[in-house]
């Protein structure tokens, strides 16, 4: 009766132009479940800034109002930022210890779109017990590679999925995986060319014809700097497929203005192309992978950028040979804070995490990435407006993916109708907190956060047991 009364107060929120003042007047007296009062409201799709009031009914946002609403709780955000739920589209490690950590950040939506699974319906069983923030994932190319040709990592290849080159046999059957994937609801095509070195050009483009056959993005994570674009790009036109390019600032490294550039250009063409960024000089991947081969035979002093996090050593050729026989995450001193600074303020990016931990072990970027791009970029360096950097966050990755999966029409917006996603935040004060050495601490400044109408994050620490968040799953 909740759910029906919700979609009915909400159909009625959708028409009350057409039906009249008196319908408005009525919606308006409805006692709301829940209602977000005397919030300055930004909404970056109708482009909203202003104080309002919310109400909300069930899992949906009813009503946007300047009038006084009544309902069964309120958060009264006086001072506060209202925004639509961050959506984070590149999300590793996706366990309840993470969505915590995340929802702290203000994510209400994580999806692992980059390494993605191998299994989609084992994937989304896993998680139907509840879980606190929305979730989804990609059909996996790394994972299944390593599936076909049976390669012993457990997150990444660290054997014949990255060394060895797939038969034509083999290709079909990486082929037939990932689109029996998308028949079964994966958000998209995840890959990462770096981990998978002796995929052939082949291969790839195979994985990109069936990105076109069922209208769907890959979301790559390229071969470094300009050449690795270009593959990208290349393989992408040919097949006239979508492409979205992840952590460009960590791809380009003093690249990144000419690569961002490329992005320009390829979008001008015609071509489908997107990208994101995080804003953190460092990296981190897992110290076995094949991404970081080249170490093996690079410089002596190319160690000293490496750092064990759980020591805070920095490496040598000895150490780096040691921890890669143990296996673990390492973190990637690579980069400079006026690249990032220049991937994070394009306005080609939108904001996503590359969120990393396992076994209490991980990235600040974590714990923090929203709230640096809040307080870093947006209060002190002024160097992206308000309105921007929420539209980066929520609106820009919901758009990307919203034909393919259309519950995300519902979702990185602020309005009548639409899911009752939503961060409340102290833009005077919102900073991140979380260091390379302790990653799991939480950021300040993040208020309330809202999943699907439950609040799961009142004045900055969670609340309750409930675990609202919903599958973010294509249909089948």
């Known amino acids: 009766m909740r759910a029906l009364g919700a979609s009915r107060r909400a159909q009625a929120t959708l028409l009350c132009i057409a039906l009249g003042i008196a319908t408005c007047l009525h919606l308006r007296a409805q006692t709301f479940d829940l209602v977000i009062a005397n919030g300055r409201v930004l909404d970056p799709e109708s482009g909203l800034d202003a104080v309002r009031n919310i109400g909300i009914a069930g899992r949906k946002i009813v009503i946007i109002s300047s009038d ?26 996706q366990t309840p210890e993470t969505y915590e950590f995340q929802a702290r950040d203000g994510v209400t939506t994580a999806l692992e779109l980059e390494v993605g699974t191998a299994d989609i319906d084992k994937w989304y ?18 994972p299944v590679r390593m599936a076909v040709l049976h390669d012993p990592g457990k997150f990444l290849p660290s054997g014949d999925g990255a060394y060895r080159a797939a038969s034509p046999t083999e290709i079909k059957e990486i ?3 990932i689109a029996d994937g998308l028949e079964k609801g994966a958000v998209d095509i995840g890959a990462g060319f770096a981990y998978t070195p002796a995929a052939t050009r082949e291969e790839l483009l195979e994985v990109f014809r069936v990105a076109h056959q069922y209208r769907v993005p890959v979301h790559v994570h390229i071969r470094r700097g300009i050449a690795g674009l270009q593959e990208a790009l290349d393989l992408a036109s040919t097949a006239s497929a979508s492409l979205h390019v992840v952590h460009i600032n960590s791809a380009g490294l003093a690249q990144t203005r000419e690569m961002l550039q490329m992005i320009t250009d390829a979008k001008a063409r015609g071509l489908d192309v997107t990208t994101e960024a995080y804003p953190y000089t460092a990296g981190m991947t897992e110290i076995q992978s094949a991404n970081l ?47 990032v600074a220049l991937a994070v303020n394009s306005p080609l990016t939108m904001i996503a995490s590359d969120a990393y931990w396992e076994n209490g072990t991980g990235h600040p970027r974590t714990t923090g990435t929203y709230s640096k791009v809040l307080g870093r970029y947006v209060r002190e360096a002024h160097s ?32 009548a109708g639409a899911d009752a996603d939503i961060t409340i935040f102290d833009a005077a004060r919102v900073i991140d907190r979380s260091t390379y050495r302790e990653p799991a601490t939480p950021p300040v400044g993040i208020q309330h956060v809202i999943v699907n109408g439950m609040p799961i994050i009142a004045n900055g620490q969670k609340v309750g047991s409930a675990l609202p968040g919903s599958p973010v799953r294509a249909g089948r």
């Open 293 to 339: 081969d080249s170490y093996e035979k690079g410089p002596d002093e190319g160690f000293a950028g490496l750092e064990w996090p759980k020591t805070g050593e920095r490496l040598t050729r000895e150490t780096f040979r040691k921890y890669r026989q143990m296996g673990g995450p390492v973190v990637l001193h690579t980069n400079t804070d006026a690249m």
């Open 384 to 415: 992206l407006g308000l309105m921007d950097a929420i539209r980066k966050m929520t609106l820009m990755p919901a758009q990307r993916l919203e034909t393919r999966v259309p519950s995300m029409k519902f979702k990185g917006r602020l309005r």
């Open 68 to 93: 006084r609403l009544t309902a069964r709780q309120m958060i009264d955000a006086a001072g506060l930022v209202v925004a639509p739920g961050f959506i984070d589209v590149h999300a590793h490690g």
């Open 125 to 142: 069983n896993e998680r139907r017990t509840g879980r606190l923030i929305n979730y989804g994932v990609s059909i996996g190319h790394i």
């Open 175 to 177: 082929t037939r995986r």
